[in-house]
């Protein structure tokens, strides 16, 4: 637990100033992250991190990612998604020359690049419109999975989704969406802005709820695979899928929203 807590102190204190840099900072920053992930995704599924479709793959998704930011660079690329089309044409063609990569590892790596890279290009749209609906949305993630597991461990009886994750309780999640309002509602106290309050706690219900869903996802993806966490890059909290599961989720809901 103590390397846990020092491990989460030590990434805030990094990620939080990159945010708040934003521009090509956080930009690379994200890529990192996601291109991490997608690795993470990868391994679970047996393909070979270092290899031609993981290349391939990393290609699209930073093209998901900052697809607004490489058509500003180079305008005179198509913008009708040919070029992300071909990607994944190639991706598909790998599967004739590179030994033990398949046409389901084709749909795993598919299936990675747009969860991730919608998730991590919306973060990054949010960032440039609107900061504080990004704050405001890591505040929900976060208080909703600390609400989750202390109200779980203490008050914990009727679990949520027994054949993935055992250990969640309906009590807990109830509880987290509970602590996601009372920290928002402090929040928005203290950096006033255009939202009424009350017009903004049913969105912190659903993203809340969509945090734990993203959570829930995360969880059945490792069952599947039979892993207990997708990495081991932070010590005492998995890998980078493990720790954006919850954020991947919610950033892609606001970005369906039309939020960002």
Do not use: C
Not at 202 to 216: E, F, M, R, T
Request: no cysteine.
């Amino acid at each position: 637990m103590k390397q846990r807590s020092m491990t989460a102190i030590i990434a805030l204190l990094f990620f939080v100033p990159i945010i708040y840099i934003g521009s090509w900072v956080l930009e690379a920053f994200i890529v990192l992250l996601a291109i991490t992930a997608l690795m993470e995704i990868h391994q679970m599924k047996g393909i070979n991190p270092i290899s031609f479709p993981t290349l391939v793959s990393s290609v699209a998704l930073i093209f998901v990612i900052l697809y607004k930011r490489i058509l500003e660079v180079f305008p005179v690329l198509p913008d009708n998604g040919s070029l992300f089309a071909l990607l994944i044409l190639i991706l598909i063609s790998l599967t004739l020359v590179v030994k033990d990569y398949t046409i389901e590892d084709v749909g795993i790596s598919f299936v990675g690049i747009l969860y991730i890279g919608t998730g991590f290009h919306s973060f990054i749209l949010t960032r440039e419109t609107n900061i504080h609906l990004l704050i405001l949305s890591l505040l929900i993630i976060w208080s909703t999975d600390t609400g989750a597991y202390l109200i779980g461990r203490k008050f914990g009886k009727n679990k949520l989704a027994p054949l993935i994750s055992p250990n969640k309780t309906i009590e807990g999640s109830i509880g987290g969406i509970i602590i996601a309002m009372i920290v928002s509602v402090i929040y928005l106290l203290l950096f006033p802005t255009n939202w009424p309050i009350l017009l903004m706690l049913p969105l912190v219900v659903v993203l809340s709820i969509a945090g734990q869903i993203g959570d829930l996802i995360e969880s059945a993806i490792k069952r599947h695979f039979g892993t207990k966490d997708s990495g081991n890059i932070l010590p005492g909290h998995g890998g980078i899928f493990d720790r954006f599961d919850s954020l991947l989720f919610v950033l892609s809901v606001m970005f369906i929203m039309g939020l960002v």
